[in-house]
């Protein structure tokens, strides 16, 4: 099937810096991709629906200038938390659809802030 | 409003043991469902998904699943377990108009008895 990736696996940050994550797909064009957050022993929660070249779409409750989402390639996309905060902690999940009806999922990102 | 809902949080079978994990769901149209295993700290892998045709769907990993339209349920099921099949199980309903979302139940942890 095919492959997202996601990078880093596990970042750890001060409170008040800025960290970015990266989702790729590897072998297939990803006209949508998907960011999730899930807490712990809790299921995954959609934040954003971007889609390339395009503003990301922000679900209810989810702070767009907290949250940047950019999808500049038909591969590649980057959320970054800015001005992260130990509540941002959490466990960050990429998907990415091509032009079919199935999402692929990254490995998922590992935030902690300190 | 589209809603997944999985009754058991979690649950315990001996190896070898039949299992079976429930799902429920509310959406106003017909359904694109799905299954995703999730193991820990790590991302999604798609188990099995129901788009139309057939109700009774077969999966990766010996697991198998079953629309029915009239208890509104898409129950994941298989014969025999193995120790490896321990992890967190996501039931979803993708959304179809727009981006198509996935909405997730709440998880059923798994857990193996030697």
């Known amino acids: 099937g095919a492959v997202v990736s996601q990078h880093p696996s596990r970042v750890i940050c001060k409170s008040g810096t800025s960290v970015k994550i990266e989702c790729r797909s590897l072998?297939?064009?990803?006209?949508?991709m998907f960011w999730y957050r899930q807490f712990p022993k809790q299921s995954l929660m959609l934040m954003a629906t971007?889609?390339?070249?395009?503003?990301?779409?922000?679900e209810q409750g989810v702070e767009k200038d907290k949250f940047l989402i950019n999808h500049a390639s038909l591969t590649l996309s980057t959320l970054t938390v800015t001005s992260a905060h130990p509540e941002d902690s959490s466990f960050y999940i990429c998907?990415?659809?091509?032009?079919?009806?199935?999402?692929?999922f990254g490995q998922g990102t590992r935030l902690t802030v300190v | 409003a589209q809603s997944v809902t999985q009754p058991d949080i979690h649950i315990t079978v001996s190896e070898g043991a039949s299992l079976e994990l429930r799902c429920n769901y509310s959406?106003?149209?017909?359904?694109?469902l799905f299954w995703y295993v999730q193991s820990p700290g790590q991302g999604l892998q798609l188990l099995l998904k129901?788009?139309?045709?057939?109700?009774l769907v077969q999966g990766i990993k010996g697991f198998e699943a079953e629309f029915k339209r009239s208890q509104s349920s898409f129950n994941l099921r298989k014969p025999s377990v193995h120790w490896s099949d321990a992890a967190e199980y996501f039931c979803?309903?993708?959304?179809?108009?727009?981006?198509?979302?996935?909405?997730f139940g709440q998880g059923t942890r798994l857990t193996i008895n030697p």
């Open positions: 998907s990415a659809r091509d032009s079919g009806s199935e999402a692929f």
């Open positions: 072998d297939f064009q990803a006209t949508t």
């Open positions: 971007s889609n390339e070249g395009s503003k990301a779409t922000y």
């Open positions: 959406y106003g149209a017909t359904p694109y």
């Open positions: 129901y788009f139309s045709g057939d109700t």
């Open positions: 979803a309903v993708g959304i179809i108009q727009g981006a198509q979302k996935l909405v």
